[in-house]
């Protein structure tokens, strides 16, 4: 019996895709617009009202500021020591003018020797309270005129609060910024502000008559919380 045989013919087809792109080209013109200068005006009438306004305000808060001052406390709410020392400064108050110029609260003239034991912690809690404080220590600048500086403190305070002592009338310098202290009285009629600290009254009158009749805090007797809270309440630091 014969073989039959089966032919198998296979066939492939293949696709080809032609991409075809057309570019097309445009043509951009800018437009040109013309603008016609600005006219430059002067900024010196603005900057003039300017000054004028900022010139009123400070007359202004300085109107406020003297209309608001405090001038009693609530008696029998502070010790006796304290409205003493309030009474005694009020009375001896600076004009507003005079006020405004000063950037210190206090200039504080001392001996060195006394710094350790009483003026620094006096310092550190009058700052503690917000009242600005001229003090050596913290505002001398290096390369500076010493007495340069001593005046521009002196000048600039509202208040001197002098740390009597025998350092005090030992040295020299701390006599010298008395000898400022006192002309300064003398133009502004700011009086000095006395601590007397492990000195006695005749001690103080032997070295001078004139300072031993000012009303002076004597550290035997009171403390610093009582002077801190005095001057706090003659700048008007505390809110009642």
């Known amino acids: 019996m014969p073989k039959r045989g089966i032919k198998i013919t296979a066939k492939a087809t293949v696709k080809r895709t032609v991409k075809w792109e057309q570019r097309v080209k445009t043509q951009y013109t800018p437009q040109i617009t013309y603008a016609e200068p600005r006219q430059t005006i002067s900024s010196a009438p603005v900057q003039k009202a300017l000054n004028d306004l900022g010139n009123q305000a400070k007359v202004a808060q300085r109107q406020l500021t003297a209309a608001t001052r405090r001038r009693s406390i609530p008696s029998g709410v502070y010790s006796q020591p304290v409205e003493d020392l309030f009474y005694t400064l009020d009375d001896r108050r600076k004009s507003e003018e005079v006020e405004a110029s000063a950037m210190y609260d206090v200039f504080i003239s001392h001996a060195s020797d006394d710094k350790k034991d009483f003026v ?83 001690e103080i009158y032997e070295f001078s008559p004139t300072m031993s009749g000012l009303f002076a805090y004597s550290t035997d007797k009171y403390s610093i919380d009582d002077i801190c809270k005095a001057l706090e309440l003659i700048l008007e630091k505390e809110v009642v």
């Open 120 to 202: 620094d912690p006096l310092v550190e809690k009058l700052q503690n309270v917000g009242i600005r404080v001229w003090y050596d220590t913290l505002e001398m600048e290096w390369g500076k005129s010493l007495r340069e500086q001593i005046d521009n403190g002196i000048k600039r305070s509202k208040f001197a609060i002098l740390v009597l002592s025998k350092h005090f009338f030992a040295k020299k310098w701390p006599q010298r910024e008395l000898d400022g202290i006192l002309a300064k009285e003398t133009v502004s009629g700011s009086t000095p502000l006395p601590i007397w600290h492990n000195i006695t009254y005749e």
